[in-house]
């Protein structure tokens, strides 16, 4: 007999939300500091998130504010929208900005009766929060090339595609938090109705990003759908190969939940790309799993069905085949610091922004130093998957002053910082996040240090070694595929992650369990040191522990 299997609560809640609206308009104004749960599950998709500090937790009491996280396909902004997210972050947030690992920004601390304000000055700027998170497709990264070349403008034309037809179409948003103002929905306006998605948008989160051949910086096999555009040696677009079905998220507790990198599905020309992307976001919006929301990602979908049956069965749907996935360049991971030129003979900085906080403390002041260059240069921005920030279009004659303004602001070119430092990655966990276990960014910049001073002792200092750390296992700063990660797992103890690869195409292997915080560097130390012994010419630290294989623990206490 069939069994039948009972939806996800999630599922009822968006089937009778009338497009997401469900009761945030009267709880907007009940006068309490916060929403009912069902109505926070909603909020999700208007891109905010209802959170309370909790360094300040007494008991049941808790101090609300909400995190509101902006759509804003591969970061790309211009200097007066840079100034009014600098505005916003002062006079309705916490007077920090926060650059995510997908190219977008983060308000943390902005209290329920800032938050109508907040969204339409964001909506007044011609971007949208609606989106950024909840069960439809999220922010569509790419690699941040500021137009070293042409290419950047073409993928950029069709993230920004993908980005707005797939942008929940509800007015929901209008209705809720504007108050009758226009809604900003996309660059251009599509359908009116939930003509895609439908009541219940998709089973789960979906992401998808757009690489350049040869630049990991996005992650690509972790995306949902990890796109590379392909070009011929003069630079004109030959088409895109995709890759599908990877994502991060897991439970410590629960094994059937685990991180997958995406499979090679196979390779399209620009014509077909819009349709063959909707067309994959279809097939898991009706086949990805509704009744249980720890499996309801794309990965497991396809890890279930397996890569030939998902392309039967987007074939049949598209009434075509893909062609076979092309042969790409090796990948790396790019983070695109410093100085260089753009095809145009402007010149672009990418700067350092430590775990993505632009804030002032002591003599660090790189809240009001960027304030001040967008004032007074105006630069194009870009936000980066690795969580800096680059400045674009700056003529010649500028770059002094530019240095100048980060000189007297006390932000450091990037190349003062060593590579362990550049290439470290953590996620916000506390006091933030209410699925944290352990800290993570307030102590990353202690551990990364610690790890630095090692690897400048065992002279590893030119090598790219990248340490990632995340405050639960869900993996948001992307640990899985660092060289080595921290992953929260209890009270101030981590799993510790190894070798995974910045090409983007391996996984790294968990190594230890509950390690203290005290300990995870000297967990990690020995690997290094025998990495620097024994690894050959030009392999990576993630290369050589994945051809030896990793030390087994010398006894089981070692193991916990
Ligand atoms: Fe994430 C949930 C922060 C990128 C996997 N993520 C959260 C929440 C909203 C916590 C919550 O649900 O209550 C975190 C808010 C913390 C705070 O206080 O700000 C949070 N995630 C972040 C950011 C800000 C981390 C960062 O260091 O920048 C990133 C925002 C991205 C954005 O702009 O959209 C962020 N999250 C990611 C990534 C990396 C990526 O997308 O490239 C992943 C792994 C890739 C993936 O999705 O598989 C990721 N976040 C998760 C998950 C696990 C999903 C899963 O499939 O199991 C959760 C929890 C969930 O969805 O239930 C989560
Ligand atoms: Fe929160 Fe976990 Fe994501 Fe860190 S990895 S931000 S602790 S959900």
């Given at each position: 007999m069939h069994k039948k299997v009972k939806p996800a609560k999630e599922e009822l809640l968006k089937a009778a939300s009338n497009d997401l609206r469900g009761s945030l308009v009267e709880e907007l104004t009940n006068g309490t500091p916060s929403f009912t749960k069902d109505s926070y599950q909603l909020l999700k998709f208007h891109g905010l998130y209802q959170q309370d500090d909790r360094d300040k937790r007494q008991g049941k009491n808790k101090e609300y504010s909400f995190m509101i996280r902006c759509r804003i396909p591969g970061g790309k902004i211009n200097a007066e929208q840079y100034l009014a997210h600098d505005r916003l972050a002062d006079t309705h947030a916490n007077g920090k900005l926060r650059i995510t690992t997908r190219q977008t920004f983060q308000f943390h601390g902005v209290i329920k009766e800032n938050i109508s304000e907040t969204l339409s000055q964001i909506n007044d700027l011609m971007l949208?929060?609606?989106?950024?998170?909840?069960?439809?497709?999220?922010?569509?990264?790419y690699s941040p090339?500021?137009?070293?070349?042409?290419?950047?403008?073409?993928?950029?034309?069709?993230?920004?595609?993908i980005s707005d037809k797939l942008l929940p179409q509800t007015k929901a948003f209008h209705d809720v938090w504007l108050d009758g103002e226009k809604v900003y929905s996309g660059e251009k306006e599509y359908a009116s109705v939930e003509n895609f998605y439908g009541p219940t948008y998709l089973p789960r989160k979906f992401k998808i990003g757009i690489a350049e051949a040869g630049d990991n910086s996005i992650d690509l096999y972790t995306?949902?759908?990890?796109?590379?555009?392909?070009?011929?040696?003069?630079?004109?677009?030959?088409?895109?190969?995709?890759?599908?079905?990877?994502?991060?998220?897991?439970?410590?507790?629960?094994?059937?939940?685990?991180?997958?990198?995406?499979?090679?599905?196979?390779?399209?020309?620009?014509?077909?790309l819009y349709q063959t992307v909707e067309t994959i976001v279809a097939i898991q919006r009706d086949n990805g799993d509704r009744t249980n929301r720890k499996q309801a990602r794309m990965k497991y979908l396809i890890d279930n069905w397996g890569i030939e049956k998902f392309r039967d069965e987007l074939e049949e749907r598209l009434g075509f085949k893909l062609e076979p996935f092309r042969d790409m360049p090796e990948f790396e991971l790019k983070l695109y610091h410093g100085w260089h030129r753009q095809q145009d003979g402007r010149w672009f900085i990418g700067l350092f922004i430590e775990n993505g906080r632009i804030k002032n403390e002591g003599e660090l002041r790189i809240k009001d130093g960027l304030k001040e260059i967008a004032t007074t240069i105006k630069p194009g921005i870009q936000l980066t998957p690795h969580q800096d920030i680059i400045l674009t279009d700056i003529k010649e004659e500028d770059r002094e002053a530019v240095e100048n303004i980060l000189k007297e602001n006390g932000i450091p070119l990037p190349d003062t910082y060593s590579n362990a430092v550049r290439f470290a990655m953590a996620c916000p966990a506390m006091p933030t996040c209410g699925l944290a276990i352990t800290e993570s960014e307030r102590v990353m910049p202690q551990i990364i240090r610690e790890i630095e001073h090692e690897i400048a002792k065992i002279g590893l200092q030119d090598k790219t070694i990248t340490v990632r750390m995340t405050g639960c296992p869900n993996g948001c700063a992307r640990p899985y595929v660092a060289d080595i990660a921290f992953v929260g797992q209890s009270l101030e103890k981590y799993s510790v992650y190894v070798a995974g690869a910045s090409s983007g195409d391996h996984l790294s292997t968990r190594y230890r369990d509950l390690v203290p915080f005290s300990e995870l560097t000297n967990t990690v130390r020995p690997l290094l040191e025998q990495y620097k012994n024994e690894h050959t010419n030009g392999e990576t630290f993630g290369d050589f522990w994945r051809r030896t294989g990793l030390p087994q623990p010398a006894t089981q206490a070692d193991a916990k």
């Open positions: 949208t929060t609606m989106g950024a998170c909840g069960d439809v497709v999220r922010n569509v990264m090339i500021p137009d070293i070349s042409s290419k950047q403008e073409i993928i950029r034309k069709y993230a920004n595609e995306q949902d759908i990890g796109i590379v555009a392909l070009f011929d040696d003069s630079n004109q677009l030959e088409g895109f190969n995709l890759i599908a079905g990877g994502g991060l998220g897991m439970n410590h507790k629960k094994s059937d939940t685990f991180p997958r990198l995406g499979d090679h599905l196979g390779f399209v020309t620009e014509d077909k």
